[in-house]
């Protein structure tokens, strides 16, 4: 899977996108993601990006022109879909996430100030979407938000089993609403942790080795 960022701060996706999980995808070309700077695309010789909106109003308005042209400069294969990340974009969730990712290339528009240009929008037939009902200070946050989530379903991206256990995955198969998917609680050693002199213990029924119990346990927290 492919994903291109148009941004006007690429170096933030830098440390994020080459640590970890998402480093290892794309060494092993599973991922390809790339951050394109919209500032490059800009005419004028101070590399604007933005302006005053029309209609008056607080802050400023990114521009449609050289975000257009930093769009244009990516490359698209035949099967390709186009995000601007907005405020006022469709909520995201497990279900747009299992269904992003079974396309081959994602374009990420990543907006700042009151947000971008409406034309942008229409233009390219973008699909806008919000991370969840609240306001950001950029769309960037909200890219590696949509990647984590996405790149995680490419097949190899982590291991199988992690995905089989999911219960976000699982009630969507069966059909049930999603907002009920959530984790079970999780312990790991030591087996008797001491805080502030007081001792908090891993559950017994973890401990027992009794699979089907244990089971049971996990379903009903």
Not at 131 to 152: E, K
Not at 156 to 161: A, D, N, R, S, Y
Request: net charge positive.
């Amino acid at each position: 899977m492919r994903f291109d960022i148009i941004t006007i701060f690429p170096k933030i996706f830098d440390s994020y996108l080459n640590e970890s999980i998402l480093k290892r995808a794309q060494i092993k070309k599973l991922l390809s993601i790339k951050a394109h700077n919209v500032r490059d695309f800009a005419k004028d010789k101070h590399k604007s990006v933005d302006d005053k909106p029309y209609g008056g109003g607080a802050g400023m308005v990114m521009m449609a022109d050289p975000i257009l042209r930093a769009f244009n400069s990516v490359s698209k294969k035949k099967k390709s879909k186009t995000i601007i990340l907005s405020a006022k974009g469709k909520q995201f969730n497990q279900k747009i996430a299992l269904k992003l990712a079974k396309i081959d290339h994602i374009i990420l528009i990543s907006g700042r100030y009151e947000g971008i240009d409406e034309r942008v929008k229409i233009a390219l037939r973008a699909e806008e979407i919000s991370i969840g009902p609240y306001v950001l200070t950029d769309g960037d946050v909200a890219v590696q938000v949509l990647i984590s989530a996405i790149a995680r379903l490419i097949p190899g991206v982590i291991k199988l089993e992690s995905l089989k256990e999911e219960s976000y995955r699982n009630l969507l198969l069966k059909g049930k609403i999603e907002k009920n998917g959530l984790e079970y609680p999780h312990y790991t050693r030591p087996e008797t942790l001491n805080y502030k002199n007081r001792k908090y213990l891993v559950p017994k029924v973890l401990l027992s080795g009794h699979h089907k119990k244990i089971e049971e346990w996990r379903r009903k927290h």
